[in-house]
C-alpha cells in the first residue's frame, strides 16, 4: 500500500507513515530555522519515497518532484535529512533561473547551501560526511560519468514510478 499525504505545499508519498512523518518533521524544521532556504525547498512539489534498498535519490525540477529511498529518510538524523531537502531545493532555485542544476558547479553550489546548514543545526560528523561525499563528487557514477537527472536518461522503472506517481495511479 502507498500513503500520499498534503503537508503544506508538498504532497508527500512513501510506503510507511514513519517516513512520511520524519519527512515532514524536516520540513518543519526547515520553515522554522532557514525560512530563506525554505521559499527555495517550496519549489519541490512532491518528495515521493521509492521503496528499494538503495541510497539513490533524484529531482525530477520540470516535474517538481524529489524522489529518495526510504534508508536516506529512515537512516539521517532529522537535521541532516532538512540539509538534503535545502540541498534540492537549492537545485530547483538553480533550474528556475535558468541555470545548470546539475553537473559541478551546481553541486557544489548546493553543496554549500546545504553544508551551511549543517554547521549552524547539525553536528561535527554530519558535516564531514557531506565534505567526504563532495570529495567523491557523488553526483558522478563510479567512472567519472555524470549521473543524468531527467526522465528521458534515468532508470526505466524510476521514470514508470514517477509517471504512475503523476498520473495518480500509485
Known amino acids: 500500500m502507498y500513503i500520499l499525504k498534503k503537508f503544506k505545499t508538498f504532497t508527500i508519498g512513501a510506503s510507511d507513515s514513519k517516513e512520511i512523518n520524519k519527512i515532514k518533521v524536516a520540513l518543519r524544521f526547515i520553515e522554522n530555522n532557514a525560512v530563506r532556504s525554505f521559499s527555495s525547498v517550496k519549489l519541490i512539489r512532491s518528495i515521493i519515497v ?9 529531482l525530477f525540477p520540470e516535474e517538481g518532484i524529489y524522489v529518495c529511498e526510504p534508508k536516506t ?26 541555470r545548470k542544476y546539475i553537473g559541478d558547479s551546481a553541486e557544489r553550489d548546493a553543496y554549500k547551501v546545504q553544508r551551511n546548514f549543517l ?10 560526511w557531506l565534505d567526504k561525499c563532495l570529495e ?7 567512472k567519472g560519468i555524470k549521473k543524468e537527472t531527467n526522465f528521458v536518461q534515468s532508470d526505466q522503472k ?9 498520473e495518480g495511479k500509485l
Not at 73 to 97: D, R
Open 119 to 128: 554547521k549552524k543545526f547539525g553536528d561535527a560528523s554530519e558535516v564531514e
Open 50 to 58: 521509492r521503496p528499494t534498498g538503495s541510497y539513490d535519490n533524484m
Open 136 to 142: 567523491e563528487q557523488w553526483w558522478k557514477n563510479n
Open 73 to 98: 529518510i529512515l537512516e539521517s538524523s532529522g537535521v541532516y535529512l532538512a540539509s538534503l531537502f535545502i540541498h534540492e531545493g537549492a537545485h530547483m532555485f538553480q533550474w528556475k533561473q535558468g
Open 158 to 166: 524510476l521514470i514508470r514510478f514517477c509517471k504512475r506517481y503523476i
